[in-house]
């Protein structure tokens, strides 16, 4: 939802100055206290204040880290609601490390983020800090894109009603409620926000229903503050993870999804909607206690329980893939095979605990911390249909279990060499304990069940360190940083009998430059460009190599890298103000083998010296013009998207063509000022998205074979894109009261 003003952080008139001061500067320390330093040598972004609220269109929370530097974003819907994805300097989500007040929000298995699960989650963030590259040592699996880290709205110590509605194109309609008791007895503010959001969707069958919950309530002593909060979220919405055929867009069918399509008893194409059904919930309790000026303890217990199933229709699927037995019909005719209904279930609880001490003097900062997380895994299969099966259907045709214990330490240290001249060291031991029991949902040829018997233990050490340079208008830092990743769920589980797969390791340097001048209030620049080097040991990538169970590797390559540059700049003048920023990276692979699958016998072998790796474009670009103030404004946002390569082998055949797009947005804001001196603030935006109705694609997948008149140089082909919406159009409305 669009944002009306900031949260006020002042007393009722009752309270005292004294209480006012007490209780923003313990907020203040809340938030610190889980917030990335912003003198450390990396390169940093950070979204607050207007720029998150103006950026806060209603669209999942990765749609407003697009304006930031090397991100792309991708959506299965075509809207931006539901199942979306982000990549930063072309790593996959599953290598971002996502944090909310400094909880890791990646699953421990897929280690990344379901954004479907976190409905209108903008609306519960104060601030978001986007790191590139390893980062600083934080909770949760390894950062090999970036860190991202989410700090909670500050409590209202006023008393608050905000009422958020928003509709537009494609039947979507979004609806958020938010409210504080204000500071109560001197010590205590509860506030809570429910939001729920419904849309047709732009692709085919992608229609969603979405809903959320924040409550919160905390408490301020002299030197203590404490929080208890619970988010949650459910949803049931509409799959299209197969894409839009190529072939379908070049006939003019650009929402076309093959979800659930087969044939009735009368031969008529008709289709079963593939939906996604989840609810999640966490708990938070955390505390800050600051004895001293210098000395700051902040700890945090947390607990996440989710539980949900995906129901897929399967046409003409092969019965022993789903423990189902053969039959005779009435002509002795044996029927393996026949369009059926499955269900893939999962259950998490994910539970831990954080602890860290933060002592600081004039020329010193050191924060060293523990944290710990256990979690516990179910995951299980049925068919609760099969269209004229004549026996009677059987339990789970898949059940395995997982537990992942997760326990990090680490000290990182900031020290002023000279006025000028900072040093930073982070060094952090993780380890991980993962295990897999059960059988899994993969048969082999001979119709065996998959086992699932998997133990790995991953002691990992990543260290850092760096220097910065800072002066009123000029940064200088470099740094070096090293990470560790273990494989994820589906790395084991899709990979057979026979491939193993191996913990990847990142070595990563980065070197910056920022100049920021400002004079006064209406008068500012800024520019800067930050050069980086990301050399990977043991990639996980895509090969195109299937496993003994027919399913798409990913295979361990040696040597991979990314290297770039990420340019910045923005500029404010009186009522108008400009930002803008670049990348141009390479990102290769060095000595690759393709194996292309060839239905005449053994896979094909193609071996490229050095090739581009997919979705990783060399060009990414952005730029936002606003006009206005608080009251009345205008902005136009643009960003581009290079070359997006499909798998990874460069060829130009095989993937996504560069893409620009434009976002208008316009607002005006207006107090009515009503009896006893009381005023209600409204906030009208009217937001035009795709402005110049672009057709572009944001992701997708591709699969080649060769073998009866196919070639290497001429293959056979599916594929699936995942197309977004042209021009639409959302009018919102806030109210605060």
């Given amino acids: 939802m669009v944002c009306l003003l900031p949260a006020l952080n002042v007393a009722a008139e009752s309270e005292s100055t004294d209480s006012i001061t007490k209780n923003v500067a313990l907020d203040e320390v809340l938030i610190k206290a889980n917030a990335i330093s912003k003198t450390v040598p990396m ?11 103006e950026s806060d269109t209603g669209r999942d929370l990765p749609w407003l880290l697009m304006m930031t530097p090397s991100v792309v974003t991708s959506s299965d819907n075509g809207l931006a609601l539901g199942l979306t994805s982000f990549r930063i300097r072309g790593t996959d989500a599953s290598r971002i490390n996502l944090t909310y007040d400094g909880v890791a929000l990646n699953s421990p298995e897929d280690q990344t983020v379901f954004w479907a699960n976190m409905n209108a989650f903008a609306g519960s963030v104060e601030a978001i800090q986007v790191q590139r590259g390893v980062g600083t040592s934080t909770n949760g699996s390894g950062a090999f894109g970036a860190t991202v880290t989410m700090l909670s709205q500050k409590p209202s110590f006023k008393p608050t009603t905000e009422i958020y509605l928003r509709g537009g194109s494609y039947g979507t309609w979004q609806y958020t409620a938010k409210g504080s008791t204000g500071l109560m007895a001197n010590h205590w503010v509860a506030e809570g926000r429910y939001s729920q959001t419904l849309t047709d969707g732009y692709i085919d069958r992608t229609a969603g229903n979405l809903g959320s919950h924040y409550a919160a309530i905390n408490y301020y002593d002299d030197n203590l503050a404490v929080q208890l909060k619970n988010f949650g979220s459910f949803e049931h919405t509409g799959q299209a993870w197969n894409g839009v055929p190529s072939d379908s867009i070049a006939a003019g069918n650009r929402t076309y999804n093959n979800l659930g399509e087969h044939q009735d008893d009368k031969g008529n194409t008709i289709w079963k ?9 966490n708990t938070q309790l955390s505390f800050v206690y600051t004895p001293s000026n210098s000395l700051l303890l902040h700890g945090v217990l947390h607990y996440t329980f989710g539980q949900g199933y995906y129901d897929d229709y399967k046409a003409n699927a092969k019965y022993y893939k789903f423990l189902l037995d053969s039959y005779e019909d009435d002509k002795g005719n044996k029927i393996s095979s026949g369009d059926l209904v499955r269900q893939k279930w999962l259950r998490n609880h994910n539970m831990g605990g954080i602890f860290d001490i933060q002592y600081k003097t004039e020329r010193f900062n050191l924060v ?12 299980w299969g049925v068919v609760p249909f099969a269209r004229n099966y004549p026996k009677e259907l059987k339990g789970n045709y898949y059940d395995s279990d997982a537990t992942k214990s997760d ?13 000028h001249l900072l040093a930073y060291a982070d060094m952090q031991f993780r380890y991980v304990d993962y295990r897999i029991t059960g059988m899994n949902d993969k048969f082999f040829d001979d119709h065996s069940q998959q086992p699932l018997n998997i133990h790995e233990r991953f002691p990992f050490f990543n260290p850092k ?15 070096y940083a090293r990470a560790h990743r273990e494989p994820t769920r589906n790395n084991y589980t899709d990979a057979g009998t026979s491939d193993k797969p191996l913990p990847e390791t990142l070595n990563d340097i980065e070197v910056g430059y920022q100049f ?4 006064g209030k209406t008068k500012a620049f800024q520019a800067g460009v930050n050069a980086y080097l990301m050399d990977y040991d043991n990639q996980l990538i895509q090969t195109g190599q299937l496993s003994d169970i027919g399913e798409a590797l990913t295979t361990n390559v040696a040597d991979s890298y990314r290297h770039g540059i990420e340019l910045t700049a923005g500029m404010k003048q009186g009522l ?3 930002s803008g920023n670049c990348t141009l990276s390479e990102n290769k692979i060095i000595d690759f083998t393709e194996y292309i699958d060839n239905w005449e016998g053994a896979p094909v072998q193609v071996n490229y010296a050095k090739t581009d790796l997919a979705f990783s474009p060399a060009l990414t670009a952005g730029g936002m013009l606003r006009v206005g103030n608080e009251k009345a404004w205008g902005s136009l946002s643009t960003r581009y998207v290079g070359r997006q390569y499909l798998d990874n082998t460069g060829c130009v055949e095989r993937s996504i063509d560069p893409y620009c797009v434009s976002d208008l947005q316009l607002g005006y804001a207006f107090r009515w000022q009503h009896y006893y001196e009381k005023s209600t603030d409204f906030e009208l935006t009217f937001n035009v998205n795709n402005l110049f109705n672009a057709h572009y694609a944001t992701g997708g997948w591709i699969y080649t074979a060769v073998g009866y008149g196919y070639t290497p140089d001429n293959r056979y082909r599916e594929d699936g894109l995942f197309v ?14």
């Fill in 368 to 379: 060293s911390g523990v944290s710990y997380s256990y979690f516990i895994g179910a995951h």
């Fill in 407 to 419: 326990a990090a330490a680490y000290v990182k240290a900031e020290y002023s060499l000279s006025r």
């Fill in 273 to 281: 909607p593939t939906t996604d059904n989840y609810v999640q919930n």
């Fill in 724 to 737: 977004q919406a042209p021009l639409t159009a959302f009018l919102g409305l806030a109210i605060k009261i």
């Fill in 516 to 519: 920021h001048w400002q004079k």
């Fill in 465 to 479: 360190a760096g220097l910065s340079w800072r002066t009123k208008n000029h940064d200088v830092y470099a740094s």
């Fill in 576 to 578: 108008f103000s400009f």
């Fill in 43 to 53: 390169a940093i972004q950070t979204l607050e204040g207007r720029e998150l609220r």
